[in-house]
């Protein structure tokens, strides 16, 4: 958590649950990104935190913009972002939003698809499209894979077949899938593409922009590879593959420009011991929060990001614990074999803190589940 936060929560005691978010610390991991990947351009990904003080921030650092709706698409416009800044990056798009992007200046536009292709040809005529490839997301904690992306041979006859359909046949893209903390899978995925940059060259398309996606991780309770690591092994691939005849080169951060500008407070509303019906195991210690899969913390699915979690006790002793919130639903648990630990001190009543919770949570929360209201949210 940044000093700026922890003044923040100490000093102003906010309801529970919150997300207090400093954007001095987006700045910074934006500028940390540029520094590791200068010849990149960084469009953000507006899902993983589409707050107007974030997108604003960035509007004035430059940045760009990978937006999946037609409602993000205006978040940015809202926030002073020009529409030649701003790529439709998602594969699947409503034909009404498609003719509101490119009637607001929207000229980018992500595909898989021939029917996609076929959408973007009739209502955004002459766009800039590049094509989403499948790659191995092996070594990310939350993978994308298969719902998005198709394989070279395809992508190959898609882009030649951009070009007669009067699209501008502009480039590839893959995502390595979020959280990726293997440095190689980019440098796997850039292979691919550069073999097909060849083949099309060979068939008389040249395409002029590679779009590595996102997936820069965050650190979570785990130790991740530095941006730094990531930027020198993408360069290496590039300049491998491509010499000095390298494309453009985008990138889509989500998770890594926000997720460790925030914080989520949170209430413990409860702390238990139950036992199983067999009465066999020594009874589980349970902490329900005020916060759960239903609040904003979806990506607990599977325990699949496992938050650091903070208490006023820490440094006291602990002891294994189930962490869970606070629904009527028995799939709002956020950690059961992940071997948590919290402080045996920790009571009902105390204020806890998620951290590094910038990343997919506000935008996860559910519409009042059981009543709850949606995570408040203080960007500082
Ligand atoms: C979600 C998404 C991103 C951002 O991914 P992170 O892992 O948060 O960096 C980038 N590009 C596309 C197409 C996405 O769907």
Redesign the pocket.
Known sequence: MTPKVARFLADTQPATPCLVLDVDRVEANYRALREALPLAHV?Y?V??NPAAPILERLVGLGSSF?A?SAEEIQYCLDAGAAPARISF???IKKVSAIRRAFSQGVDLF?FDSDEELEKLASNAPGSRVYC?ILVENAG?D?P?SRK?GTTLEHASALMLRAATLGLDPYGL?F?V????TDTASYEAAIGRVAMLFTDLKNAGLELRMCNL?????TQYRDDVPGIDRFGHAIMGAMTKHFGNALPEMLV??????V?DAGAVQAEVVLVSRRGLPDGGSDPVRWVYLDIGRFGGLAETEGEAIKYRIATDHDGGETGPVAIAGPTCDGADILYEKSNYRLPLQLASGERITLLSTG??VTTYASQRFNGFAPLSEHYI
């Open positions: 469009y990904a899902k993983a990978d999946a990056g998602n594969t992500a989403r990310a939350w994308l998005f893209s995502h899938g979020s959280q990726q996606g996102g997936g820069f991780p889509e951060p989500g998770r890594f420009l997720a990343a997919y």
